[in-house]
Structures are given as C-alpha cells and as structure tokens.
C-alpha cells in the first residue's frame, strides 16, 4: 500500500505542470516555412523531432538511439543540377541515342535507294583449270598457220578478267523511291524529338521521385523516433504502476510498424536512386543535391522545352502524320513497278584461250530493255499491301491524336486536383497533429488510454506520409502538363 501511494505521487510530481498546460486552450500550430533546397513547405515530422523544447504545454520526449534511425547510406553519385542531367541524358541515354540511330539508318536508306538510280562498275575474274585425265579431245587450232590439231583444251589454265558498266537510262521506280527515303528522314528526325520530350518528361519524373523518397525516408525515421519515444515514457509509466503490460505492447506494436515503415520507404529510396541513375545512363544509383530547388524544375524544363498550341505541333502527332504521308508514297512505288526499264551496259573483257577464232580481248556496248510483264501477280498484292499499311497509319494518327487531346486535358486537369489534394492533406495533417499531441498529453496526465495514444500517433505518421507524396505529386503534375503540350531540344 505505501508503495502505491508513493508511486502515485512520483506521477503527480511529474505531471503537474502537464495538467496546469492542458487546462490552458491549445494553438493551433504555426505553419512550416517552405525548405530553401525543394521549395515545398516539411512536414512537422522534418522539423520537430523528438527531445525538441516543448511548447503549448507539451512535455519533452526523450531521445531514443536505434540503428534504424540512423540516415540512408550516400549514393554512389549526386546530381548537381538540371543541366548536368541534360549532359548526361546527351551522352548517354539509350533511348536518346537510340533515336538519333534511327536518323541516320533513315540517311544510309536512303543513299541506298539512289544507288539504284546511279550507275554501277562491275569487275569479274575467273581461273579454270581442266585436267587431261577427264576431259580429253582433240582440235584444230585455226590460229596457228597453217593450222593444226592440237589437244583439248589448250591451255589447259584459262585465265580470264573483265569490266561491267551499266548506267540506268530510264528508272522511274528507283527515282521514286529516292523521294520516298527522303521523306523517311523526315519522319526519322520528328521521331527523335518526340524521344527527346518523352526522355526529358523520364528525367525530370524520375528526379522528383528521387526526392520524394528521401523525404518519405526522412518522415518514417521520425515517425519510428517518435513510436520509441512514446513506447520509453509507456514503460516507465508502467514501472510507477500507471500503465498496465496491454500499453507496453500497445506501444512496442506501434514501434514495429513504424519500423516496417522505414524498412520499406529505405528500399524504395534505393530503388528510386536507381531509376534516376538508369534513366542517366548509369547502372548505379543516383541521389540529388539537397540544394537543387525542385519548384525551380518546371522553369529548367521550359528552358529546355518549348511550349505548343495546338496538339497538332506535338512531336508524337506530327511524327505519326509524317508516317502516313511516308506510307502514302510508298503506294506510289508499286504503280511505277509497272514501268519497263532501260540501261545501257558495256562490257569489256580479255582472257588467254588461244585455241579459238576470236581475238583475247572483247569489249561490248549494248542497251537492254526490260518489261516485267507478269509476275505471278506479285506487284499487284505489293499494292495491296502499301494501301493496306496506308489505312493502318492513318488510324494510328487519329489514335495517336486522341490520346494527346486526352494527355493534355488530364495534365492540366491533374494540377488542379493535385493542389487541391495537398491542401486537404495539409488541414488534415494538421488536425492530426493537434490530435497526437493532446492525446499524448493526456497520457501522460493519467486521463487517456495507450489506445488513443497508439492510434492518434498512427493516424498522424499516415498524414505525414500523405502530405509529403501530395507535395511532390503537386509538382510532378506541374511538370507534366508543362511536357504534355511542348516540343523539347535536349
């Protein structure tokens, strides 16, 4: 009985002045100053750790060690600036050079459709070698005087060299076809500066996701400080014999979760580095420079970026009606398949057979005519097919025309509902914050339960959480509807 009573006024002692607090009417909480480094306003969890000076009449928590509060491990590499990633998107971005790959097969296919319309210079050269012992026979050699019989052949090693020349006089299909590689080009270089927006719209996401888990990483540390916090002043209230063993574990559940917490936001943070690092080109993760100013970002872009209109001038779309003016003219190469053609070809040759009539050296000049008159209906299902692939491509620019209506109307949308998002989980937060600290403070006062405490602490690391992904999905949004309507030069 003594020990009971002296255990009770221990407790009075030290939670007099925390009653005298809370008879007083609790303010609400300041707003949180934006961070210099990502322009977005930290969250409480950020700025108010555990063992701070209490205020409202709050009291003080201890500070607890634990390994799982100690910060993430440093990336392998730190992003400097938003210039810097263009750098390293230029150099070695696979989808960027990828693209710029693609214009020059579109160059080299095109060289070699006009080869077809220039004309080409063959040299041949044979050696023949026939043996006695199966070809036999006998001749007369007209070249000698007089002539005589001689063995078959003679020399038995023929030797022999020659040139070909054959210049396309008439050629209305390779001519054509030149024209038409020439439109690939086009449509090759519209193509990369599509893979140019889609990779600056790659970087600049994946850096804001970078950041987003570092803070979230941030968050769930403070959030397991406060849970170990809550769970030593638990215990000790259960040494006095004010809380019973159902608070201890009530406590000790808390710390568990918010420990799987930091497990799982310490993976993503690495997974992130390492989207950045693979969206750079590197097989290693990349974190950002906590100076580098994320509300800067969308500036950065429209720097790079320039913005359009009208959803015609997007890359994607003029890309696709650059495809179907390409198939359109493909069309045209099977109509004038229909053609004859004309070259003229010379042919100049020696060789050392004496045992003939003719001289060791020819040379010819011929024109040849050719008219393909029936093929087995091969050019007439080639026609077929170019209309066929002419349809397909004018569908896929009504498609892809749609979806970039429907990409830009969403983007512009998603802003909206972004900042309305985040000042709903602002209010929210703070709600849960004013909650978690008066139900602590009652606690510790003796009038609320472990219950209350556990699930207001709960509620207020969820609000946290949300409140730092709706930060950043603000600004995210920002960014695409900035790359939703533009044309990018990296």
């Given amino acids: ?201 790659s970087v600049a996401d994946t850096i804001v996701s970078a950041v987003t888990a570092e803070r979230l990483a941030d968050v769930t540390r403070s959030s397991l400080q406060g849970a170990l916090s809550t769970l030593d002043l638990t215990q000790r209230r259960s040494a006095l014999g004010a809380s019973s063993s159902l608070d201890v574990l009530r406590a000790e559940q808390e710390v568990q979760l918010a420990r799987a917490n930091v497990v799982t936001a310490s993976e993503t943070l690495l997974r992130q580095r390492e989207a950045l690092g693979l969206a750079l080109g590197f097989s290693e993760g990349w974190g950002v420079n906590p100076d580098v100013r994320l509300d800067a970002l969308a500036a950065d872009a429209r720097a790079t970026c320039k913005q359009e209109t009208d959803v015609g001038k997007r890359s994607d779309v003029r890309a696709a009606a650059a495809n179907v003016a390409v198939v359109e003219r493909a069309k045209g190469s099977v109509d004038w398949a229909f053609w004859p053609t004309v070259n003229a070809q010379s042919v100049l040759q020696t060789q050392n057979v004496r045992f003939n009539t003719q001289n060791n050296v020819s040379w010819t000049i011929a024109g040849t005519l050719s008219w393909m008159l029936y093929d087995g209906g091969l050019r007439y299902g080639q026609k077929d097919e170019a209309e066929a692939n002419a349809r397909i491509a004018r569908e896929q620019l009504s498609d892809t025309r749609r979806r970039a209506e429907l990409q830009v109307t969403q983007a512009f949308r998603s802003v909206k509902v972004a900042e309305t998002n985040l000042a709903v989980s602002t209010k929210g937060r703070e709600i849960a914050t004013e909650t978690a600290r008066l139900a602590r403070v009652a606690f510790i006062n003796g009038s609320g339960t472990s219950f209350d405490l556990v699930d207001n602490a709960n509620k207020l690391r969820q609000a946290e959480i949300d409140l730092t992904v709706k930060q950043f999905e603000l600004l995210r949004a920002k960014v695409a509807a900035l790359l939703a309507l533009a044309s990018c030069d990296i």
């Avoid at 579109?106 to 070809?135: G, H, K, M, V």
């Fill in 1 to 201: 009985m003594n020990k009971a009573v002296l255990s009770l006024c221990l407790a009075t002692a030290t939670l007099a002045p925390v009653a005298e607090a809370q008879t007083q009417s609790p303010k609400q909480p300041a707003p949180a100053a934006t961070s210099p480094a990502t322009g977005v306003a930290p969250s409480p969890a950020a700025t108010t750790s555990a063992g701070a000076p209490a205020t409202n009449g709050e009291p003080t928590l201890p500070n607890i060690a634990d390994p799982m509060l100690e910060p993430a491990p440093p990336p392998a590499h730190v992003l400097q600036s938003w210039q810097e990633a263009l750098g390293l998107v230029r150099s070695r971005s696979v989808p960027y050079r990828t693209a710029l790959a693609q214009i020059d097969v579109a160059r080299a296919r095109s060289r070699e459709a006009l080869a077809a319309a220039l004309p080409t210079l063959q040299s041949t050269a044979f050696n023949t070698y026939a043996r006695y012992e199966i070809l036999r026979g006998t001749g007369i050699n007209y070249a000698a005087v007089p002539p005589t019989v001689t063995s078959l052949p003679n020399p038995p090693v023929a030797l022999g060299a020659g040139l070909t020349l054959n210049v396309p006089l008439f050629a209305p299909k390779a001519w054509y076809d030149r024209g038409t590689a020439e439109r690939a080009i086009d449509y090759a270089q519209i193509s990369s500066k599509e893979a140019e927006r889609q990779v600056v719209a």
